[in-house]
């Protein structure tokens, strides 16, 4: 593991250079739209439900077939069976590789196997469909803490809260971040 770090961090530090991501071409991106204007405004009980609506948005393929393989997927997780999810959640990229959540769900998968860079890539693609994914956003963000990629990850828990202001735990990172990077004023 630890003879991978140095290439590691290389493989994140590119992929923090990415300037501009391509956003997925979806048909309700205004009705998307409007509820990540609502989530910037909502008082915590609120912004619950309404990022639970970005969540079921996000988790439509637009295939039954396909959202079937998500939700095989994400039992095999809830079960801990990470080498099962692996394998729905690859069917499903196979069959729908412009589906973002896919790739999310994969990235939790082998994020749980303790496997960053496979993580890593499917956080990139999950980002490159969709560029709001404030979830595949908090999973870089703790991918970069664990490797002590610290200034890294206070920017991309900016990047989360930005895009969704009562996400659990970002502002505890940014706080703990911030003093750990930028140190406590006198």
Same mark, same amino acid.
């Given at each position: !593991?630890?003879?991978?770090?140095?290439? &590691?961090?290389?493989?994140?530090?590119?992929?923090?250079?990415?300037?501009? *991501?391509?956003?997925? #071409?979806?048909?309700?991106?205004?009705? $998307?739209?409007?509820?990540? %204007?609502?989530?910037?405004?909502?008082?915590?009980?609120?912004?619950?439900?309404?990022?639970?609506?970005?969540?079921?948005?996000?988790?439509?393929?637009?295939?039954?077939? !396909?959202?079937?393989?998500?939700?095989?997927?994400?039992?095999?997780?809830? #079960? %801990?069976?990470?080498?099962?999810?692996?394998? @729905?959640?690859?069917? &499903?990229?196979? @069959?729908?590789?412009?589906?973002? %959540?896919?790739?999310?769900?994969?990235? !939790?998968?082998?994020?749980?196997?303790?496997?960053?860079?496979?993580?890593?890539?499917?956080?990139?693609?999950?980002?490159?469909?969709?560029?709001? @994914?404030?979830?595949? $956003?908090?999973? *870089? #963000?703790?991918? &970069?803490?664990?490797?002590? !990629?610290?200034?890294?990850? $206070?920017?991309?828990?900016?990047?989360? #809260?930005? &895009?969704?202001?009562?996400?659990?735990?970002?502002?505890?990172?940014?706080?703990? *971040?911030?003093?750990?990077?930028?140190?406590?004023?006198?």
């Amino acid at each position: !593991m630890y003879g991978k770090l140095p290439n &590691l961090k290389r493989v994140v530090a590119a992929f923090l250079l990415i300037g501009s *991501l391509s956003p997925a #071409a979806r048909a309700d991106e205004a009705a $998307l739209d409007s509820l990540f %204007e609502q989530l910037k405004a909502a008082d915590p009980e609120a912004a619950q439900q309404i990022e639970s609506q970005i969540w079921d948005e996000w988790s439509r393929s637009g295939s039954a077939a !396909m959202d079937l393989l998500l939700d095989r997927g994400r039992e095999a997780m809830e #079960a %801990e069976d990470n080498a099962a999810a692996i394998e @729905h959640f690859s069917a &499903l990229i196979d @069959h729908a590789p412009d589906f973002a %959540e896919g790739y999310n769900a994969r990235a !939790m998968a082998f994020y749980s196997e303790g496997d960053y860079g496979e993580a890593l890539a499917d956080i990139r693609r999950t980002l490159e469909l969709n560029p709001r @994914h404030f979830g595949a $956003l908090s999973g *870089l #963000a703790l991918i &970069l803490q664990e490797l002590g !990629m610290e200034d890294q990850a $206070l920017e991309v828990w900016r990047s989360v #809260a930005d &895009l969704n202001p009562n996400a659990e735990g970002a502002q505890e990172a940014i706080e703990s *971040l911030e003093k750990s990077v930028e140190g406590v004023s006198l």
